[in-house]
């Protein structure tokens, strides 16, 4: 249920370029082909899928894309004048999360509303795959030490800057590297938050799927996951929330007059997709 979600999520948030516009406005069969990697839906379940995902659809491109755009604007606006404060770049990551938040709670109550008509094999096979990639990601953080881990997310994070904001100076390569330096690990606690949520839901599902209360429980769980989530990786994920803030506030500060002619580009480019999406 929560890979709809993702998936669905994903499509909407990383808006770029044609290719990304041609995957938003198929969605509908783009998540079938994903989730056939976790669940094989039978012919009468897809049709009942079907008018919800068509209603999450219109409800996302009429109302969400237009708060995507207004966050974007703003952020541009902020660019344009200048440096951007940790405390803006900490309301914009709220408002990515409150953004994942209305998607979830659009379309938890359809999504759980169909859960009764899952057998127990579909069930058993769609956590089984889940805690297969959770051994998957393990086995990935196994192979690596904690410097080759740090080394990697460098590496991310400055690939992700370029794309933004073109060459990257020594000082700027310096400054990333230092923050993820300063990061917390919390990989592991974020796996056991995963399995402890995904074990939970699985007992939910299977044993009282029938019963009248069951939606309720279901939408209640998917909607309060941080109570699945141990001290230490809130505290944690905390840390490098603000860390991350800072590192973003001394990189828009260390802008090229042409860097920032990029960024100002970059983020007129997904404007003017999501445009075209609410248009379509």
């Known amino acids: 249920m929560k890979k709809y979600l993702l998936v669905l999520c994903l499509m909407c948030l990383t808006i770029s370029g044609c290719t990304s516009k041609f995957a938003y406005n198929n969605i509908d069969w783009l998540m079938y082909w994903y989730i056939d990697n976790y669940i094989d839906l039978d012919k009468q379940q897809k049709s009942a899928l079907d008018p919800k995902v068509q209603q999450w659809l219109v409800w996302h491109r009429s109302e969400q894309l237009q708060q995507y755009r207004a966050q974007l604007h703003t ?160 505290q944690k994920s905390a840390l490098n929330r603000q860390l991350y803030s800072e590192l973003l506030a001394v990189l828009s500060q260390s802008l090229s007059q042409k860097q920032r002619a990029k960024v100002i580009k970059e983020l007129q480019d997904i404007i003017d997709d999501i445009t075209d999406l609410i248009e379509y």
């Open 75 to 234: 952020l541009k606006q902020q660019i344009s004048a200048g440096v951007v404060t940790p405390g803006q770049w900490l309301t914009h990551m709220d408002g990515a999360k409150q953004h994942w938040a209305s998607l979830r709670d659009e379309v938890s109550p359809g999504l759980v509303s169909l859960v009764p008509q899952l057998s127990d094999e579909q069930i058993n096979t769609l956590f089984d795959t889940l805690e297969e990639k959770n051994r998957d990601r393990i086995e990935e953080l196994e192979e690596k030490t904690a410097q080759q881990r740090r080394v990697m997310q460098v590496d991310d994070i400055q690939q992700q800057a370029r794309e933004f904001m073109g060459k990257l100076t020594s000082q700027q390569n310096e400054l990333i590297e230092n923050y993820v330096q300063r990061f917390e690990s919390n990989v592991e606690l974020w796996i056991d938050y995963r399995r402890d949520i995904q074990g939970d839901a699985r007992i939910l599902i299977l044993q009282h799927r029938h019963e009248v209360d069951f939606q309720t429980k279901l939408i209640d769980l998917m909607a309060h996951p941080e109570n699945y989530q141990a001290a230490a990786f809130r």
